[in-house]
């Protein structure tokens, strides 16, 4: 099916001529990243059963809008906004803090195009994903955002994805957070229509010295497709924080690659996922310490029930100039049903010597004495399994330094604990 894609009408239609170049660089090196493929996506067959319901190739620019059926599914809140239809910006209907800028990369001057450009530079798709690389050629524009330099953002931007298009929906954004500045980000992708939908986001994040960024996603796709890379480069002293977690999806594919490139650099990476029927759900990560004295932690936990699977790669590399590394990996798994499946792969490749590295994973049934004293206290069967599952995920959301943002997430999980049949 990757093979059959019209990606050269992608390119032929795109008007700025440097991204048409880069489009056409990607093109012409995709075989790379498709000879990656069979092996990064071992556990994860493309599209199952419902191949042929859907349409790879990216839609059309100039489709009409229901703004009223579109503002209904955005929360009434306080929050700063970005929205994304089908991968365009609503500038209409986002609202952004003084000290960010946001703009279409080809609306860009051409200093600012330098700066993104240098930011980014020696990264390449086509080493990467070959969803990334599709996404490259299909996107239908790349959206800005820059942090000035000294600003601290309180409030989070809430970035809507909404998906309403009957073909592939295409999303990519740049994010450039400059020297002391902090932001935080919470990412929601949400479907308008009932047809089952394929979507492919891409993001390509910067973190000068001295910044720190808090990214959160929410991912609850029910019977739809999504395929998502997040690309992070830090400088000297800055901070990152992910947090993912995943409730539905036909298929999700979460890439999360974070390179620390000078020293000092401190990565955190967080998940967590409930799922239930046949939903599958594969996280691949990527840390890569370049440059001494840096740390990254990284904890994700799976709930998994009915026919589900869950699907856990991480890699750490240490290069031998990042001396004094701390690396930490863990994939924990509890199973809650006979046919639920769940693939796990912890990965180090160290060449430096003075390090602290460990990894590990388990997958395994609910604690059966821990639930036979909960019943032993007089505590049902499935109150004493919803308590112990939630524990479970406290490791999680408590790494979550906003308290409003912990209660939603726990909230969240809470409702999606109920769901699960774990009588």
Known sequence: MIESLNLEKSISREADKDVRLMKSDTLKNIDKSLKKYKEEYKYTPLFRKTENKIQLDGSELGQDY???????LIPKNDDYKIIVIDGLYQEELSSIPKG???????DLSEDMKAEFQ????????????VFSSINTINHLECLTIYIEKDVNIKNKISIFNIIQSTHSSYFRKSILIKKSSHVSFSEEFIGSTKEISFSNSVAEIFLHENSKL??????????NFHFNSINVFQKKDSISNFHTYSFSGATIRNNLNISLKDKNCYANMYGFYAIKNNSHIDNHTTVDHMDENSISNEHYKGIVEGGSRGVFNGKIYVRQKAQKTNAFQSNNNILLSDNAKVNTKPQLEIWADDVKC???CTVGQLDEDAL?????RGIPKKEATSIL??????????????????KHYEELILTQLGSLNYE
Do not use: V
């Open 358 to 360: 460990s990894h590990g």
């Open 118 to 129: 240098k930011a980014y530079q020696g990264f390449d798709d086509s080493e990467n994903d």
């Open 100 to 106: 960010l800028l946001i703009n279409k990369y080809s």
């Open 66 to 72: 229901d703004l009223e059926k579109i503002k209904s």
């Open 389 to 406: 599952l939630s524990a479970f995920s406290s490791d999680i959301t408590e790494k979550i330094e906003d308290k409003n943002l912990r």
């Open 372 to 376: 036979f004293y909960l019943m032993s």
């Open 214 to 223: 808090d990214y959160f996603s929410c991912q609850d796709f029910k019977n």
